[in-house]
């Protein structure tokens, strides 16, 4: 039992972050409009973001200073500040998705406005800014949420009994006509440079020294590869229940049904707990993240116990729950769009994060094989390429 919580931390933090209601909405409407045919995405997504993971945790360990530091003194000033800026301005995008989801909970359970749900529990995560153990609680909440989640839905999966013959058929990478705006979401939502970028943070946060690297690592990877688990599962779930029966997938009530067959006339309710746990272990997490570096990029430091710090994360939390309040009733539609929308600050973030990479490794800093740099290169060129197709899609076609 020890063993399996050494695993635990920093990697579920980020997973937690990176598994808001948006990677639920997403993961839903594709099994449910798709079957089982984008479901190739998720163990490539895990494979790059794992190796992002794996160098911002070495470049966490390895320097004294912090990533967006590192890319001042590289860059320039101005550099840091765009950076830090993008990054809060796409944990402000992924901000609003989470307090409507938050929301949405309350307000579809019990027939009513979601306002007075959105700023209690704005009002629940800016409380818990004042702990002075606020990474303590944060990583606690995190890891809680991310467990309800997960054995909610494989019990779920267990119970569909998804054909295997067709998930093995319908693997075939490819991407189905009108599919292309969720796909792209897909990938925002499974595969973060964002939430890798920040993982250097949460290790510095953390304390951790260059003795336990490996172990660290695996707790990075054991993180993602949850996140990719339960983002299939989610999928697949919504592919053996809910396609059969024609569901859309428009609203999180009809995102509930797909756990029917094991909690019959009960379903949509323990949905909505799941629902609930994703919108606010991710409005914790997106919020710290935004937070703390767009304080890092401002130079006001970077550390959790900080007043300036956490004044940034508060204002992350608030301008997520005016957005939801104004657009309290935005469809999934809308939350999947945002998804796809913050992909497009990811190649720069993704840049950035290769360079300093690179050139911590070629000064023996930090090791990096020949298969991690290819991965990563991979991983960059992927997120470019989705960038550019959805400028393509949204700007000119």
Request: net charge positive; glycine share 10%; charged share 10%.
């Amino acid at each position: 039992m020890k063993r399996i919580f050494e695993l635990i931390g920093p990697g579920f933090i980020t997973a937690a972050l990176v598994l808001g209601p948006g990677s639920l909405a997403v993961a839903s409407k594709i099994g449910a409009n798709y079957e089982y045919q984008l479901l190739w995405i998720v163990p490539f997504c895990v494979l790059f973001m794992g190796a992002f993971i794996i160098v911002s945790t070495r470049i966490g360990i390895a320097s004294e200073i912090s990533l967006l530091q590192q890319i001042r003194r590289k860059y320039g000033s101005w550099v840091a500040i765009l950076i830090g800026s993008g990054l809060f301005l796409v944990a402000a995008s992924f901000q609003a998705g989470n307090s409507i989801g938050a929301g949405m909970v309350f307000s579809e359970t019990l027939t009513m406005s979601s306002t007075p749900w959105i700023i209690g529990i704005s009002a629940i995560a800016i409380y818990l800014l004042f702990f002075k153990a606020f990474f303590k609680i944060l990583e606690k909440v995190m890891i809680g949420m991310v467990i309800l989640m997960l054995i909610s839905f494989v019990l779920t999966l267990i119970i569909s009994n998804p054909d295997i013959s067709k998930v093995v058929e319908q693997f075939t990478f490819g991407v189905p006509s009108g599919s292309e705006m969720l796909a792209l979401a897909l990938v925002a939502s499974s595969f973060s440079i964002a939430g890798a970028f920040y993982q250097s943070y949460l290790v510095q946060e953390k304390g951790w020294t260059k003795a336990k690297e490996k172990s660290h690592e695996r707790e990075g990877i054991t993180g993602i590869v949850i996140l990719g688990v339960i983002t299939s599962t989610v999928l697949l779930v919504g592919a053996s229940v809910l396609f059969p029966k024609g569901i859309a997938v428009n609203s999180a009530t009809e995102m509930g049904m797909a756990l029917e067959p094991i909690f019959g006339p009960y379903a949509t309710n323990i949905f909505m707990l799941g629902l609930f746990a994703a919108s606010f272990s991710s409005l914790l997490g997106n919020a710290t993240l935004g937070g703390v570096l767009l304080s890092d990029a401002l130079n006001l430091g970077m550390r959790l116990e900080s007043v300036k710090v956490r004044a940034m994360i508060m204002l992350v939390i608030l301008i997520g729950a005016m957005v939801a309040i104004v657009f309290g009733n935005l469809p999934i539609e809308l939350i999947v769009v945002a998804q796809g929308l913050t992909i497009m600050v990811s190649p720069l973030i993704g840049l950035l994060l290769l360079l300093i990479a690179f050139e911590n490794s070629a000064k023996k800093e930090i090791e990096l094989s020949i298969g991690l740099k290819v991965f990563m290169i991979l991983g960059w060129l992927i997120i470019l390429f989705l960038a550019m197709t959805n400028g393509y899609n949204l700007f000119i076609k």
